[in-house]
């Protein structure tokens, strides 16, 4: 899949306004009681501007990267859990 600068682009300013507790189609601040001004809704709009900003900024990068056929094929998984103490 081949990413498009300018919807990158679109999407980080979306994230921006929300982050900002902005309406990004109306440009209003939104109301103090609703859940798009909590905190953590904030910051996690705050890092997905963050994110949209390091794809746009390495975007040819990102394209130009060899993708792989997806197989069914199983991989070997394997787990250690050490010192494992269980309490009743």
């Given at each position: 899949m081949k990413l498009n600068v300018e919807n990158i682009i679109i999407l980080q300013t979306v994230m921006k306004s929300l982050s900002q507790g902005v309406d990004p189609t109306s440009n209003i601040a939104f109301p103090d009681d609703t859940i798009l001004n909590s905190?953590?809704?904030?910051?996690?709009?705050?890092?997905?501007?963050?994110?949209?900003?390091?794809?746009?900024?390495n975007i040819d990068a990102i394209n130009n990267l060899p993708?792989?056929?997806?197989?069914?094929?199983?991989?070997?998984?394997?787990l250690i859990i050490q010192n494992l103490k269980i309490f009743n």
């Open positions: 905190k953590i809704l904030q910051s996690c709009f705050s890092d997905a501007c963050e994110i949209f900003d390091l794809l746009r900024r993708l792989r056929k997806a197989t069914n094929q199983n991989c070997h998984f394997t």
